[in-house]
């Protein structure tokens, strides 16, 4: 008499299925997170240029208007600014937003910082200007490119 059911080696090689099968699943799924989360960060910075740009040209405050964006020494503290005035520094910080965690600026790179600023009326940048913002558990980037005649872009590597 033959009773149904599975054997143990059965029962090993169908978990052992399982296990392989939601490794690869989930790493899938961590790159596509990680991948989504750098995406949402790139497109909240572009529209923070825009909006900018937009301040400069409208004149707002009569002032010209510009972001920092530092990116201090370590991982996961990375932010920019947006300000107006005459510089950064004699400036007026209206906003500080930093990076979600697990992203970081490569350009400008550790411990350095870089302005943008746009000009009064025009809302043209006083100089081109690349932003790269990098996933710290992938090697999944977004670069955001600012060109002398104020359009913003952005890709993905």
Known sequence: MKKAGFTLV??????????????????????????????????????????????????ESDSQWGIRFD???GNNN???????????????????????????FTD????????VIFSKATGLPTASATIIIQSSSSSTSGTIQINTQGQVSYSFD
Do not use: C, H, K, M
């Open 10 to 59: 059965e029962f090993l090689l169908a978990l052992a299925i399982f296990i392989v099968l939601a490794a690869v699943g989930s790493a899938n799924y961590a790159s596509f997170r990680s991948r989504r989360l750098l995406e949402e960060q790139v497109d909240i910075v572009v529209a923070d240029i825009r909006e900018t740009i937009s301040r400069s040209r409208t004149q």
């Open 71 to 73: 990116n201090p020494a």
């Open 78 to 104: 990375d932010y920019y600014q947006i300000w107006y005035g005459a510089s950064y520094a004699g400036g007026t910080i209206v906003e500080r937003a930093n990076l979600s965690p697990g992203l970081n």
């Open 108 to 115: 400008p790179a550790s411990a350095a910082s870089e302005d």
